[in-house]
């Protein structure tokens, strides 16, 4: 009596039973594969969604330098307009299908002005610091003033010092009447310092982003 030939097929060559163990693995493979793609499609579809949202943000000088279809500019601007949470939801689905329909060029465009624009803002941040960090110790300290002489040798050096001077007086009369728990509020003289130095500091560069002003100011 003959033996029923097994079925199979061939891999590379070699022969593999249908049910055996190898053709198990090879399936758990193929399956794995499939599903990784499909995970790979949703995160690349999260991606371009997520850079339309961004797109609302973008500075306007940023945008007109992007070849963007004018669909797409109209969706955006529509999704600022929006202020309906259930709106403005659907909008940004809208946004999105626009985004995966631009060709890779254009996607990278985008994702280059945004790392611009977020560049600025963080150069911005920095250079706020820095001037907080001058202002503090020009009032807290008499040779910071000699320091900052030589970064700015055209100040103003008997305003600065009056403008000291007066930062510190305001200084001991705020810290005579504080109470726990209140808010430290500054006079006058100590946030012309600050915009004095910031001043100085941005002489030059592109301040796109910075903040304009100390963030703690009540």
């Known amino acids: 009596m003959s033996r029923k030939p097994t079925k199979g097929y061939f891999v590379r060559g070699q022969f593999v039973a249908l049910g055996s163990e190898l053709d198990l693995e090879l399936k758990r493979e193929l399956k794995g594969d499939a ?8 995160r690349e579809s999260d991606r371009l969604q997520a850079l339309g949202e961004n797109l609302l943000t973008l500075r306007a000088d940023l945008t007109q330098k992007l070849d963007l ?5 109209d969706a955006v601007a529509e999704a600022k307009r929006i202020t309906n949470f259930e709106g403005r939801r659907r909008q940004m689905q809208f946004i999105g299908k626009l985004m995966r329909a631009l060709d890779e060029d254009t996607i990278a465009a985008v994702e280059a002005a945004l790392n611009e624009q977020n560049k600025g803002s963080a150069k911005g941040t920095l250079s706020l ?4 960090q001058w202002r503090d110790r020009l009032i807290a300290d008499d040779d910071a003033l000699t320091q900052w002489l030589q970064l700015d040798a055209a100040a ?9 001077r007066q930062a510190r007086k305001d200084a001991q009369a705020t810290q005579a009447q504080e ?3 209140e808010a430290v509020r500054h006079g006058k003289a100590y946030r012309e310092i600050f915009q004095i130095v910031k001043a100085t500091l941005n002489q030059g560069e592109d301040d796109h982003g910075a903040p304009t002003d100390e963030p703690d100011q009540p």
Request: charged share 35%; proline share 7%; hydrophobic share 40%.
């Open 35 to 42: 599903e990784m793609s499909k995970t790979d499609l949703k």
């Open 69 to 73: 279809p004018e669909k797409l500019l």
């Open 129 to 132: 610091h820095l001037a907080e």
């Open 156 to 164: 103003d050096v008997q305003h600065l010092r009056a403008l000291i």
């Open 179 to 181: 109470r726990p728990g």
